[in-house]
């Protein structure tokens, strides 16, 4: 993977500390970089048909963990 390619995939710090100072609008854009990762997290094992479903409980419970952490970002 190219270094630039690398980064395209990091959220700025700007975002970051934007987020964490309480705008709702960073705070999405945090939720929504990390949103593909949850999924994979809260995926769970195929059903009787072969298909895979997202447990909506755990993607509620990352993003909440994800959301405080985020709140406890220093920026001083």
């Known amino acids: 993977m190219s270094i630039k ?3 395209e995939k990091l959220l700025d ?3 970051i500390a934007k987020a964490a100072d ?14 593909p990762y949850m999924r994979t997290l809260a995926k ?5 048909h072969g ?3 997202v ?3 755990m993607m509620r ?3 909440a963990k994800l ?3 985020v709140l406890l970002f220093r920026t001083d």
């Open 51 to 53: 298909r895979a479903h």
């Open 61 to 63: 419970r990352l993003e």
């Open 5 to 7: 390619k690398k980064h």
């Open 22 to 35: 309480g705008d709702a609008i960073a705070m999405e854009a945090v939720m929504r970089h990390y949103r």
């Open 67 to 69: 959301a405080a952490k």
């Open 13 to 15: 710090y700007l975002t």
């Open 55 to 57: 447990d909506e409980d």
């Open 44 to 48: 769970r094992e195929p059903d009787e």
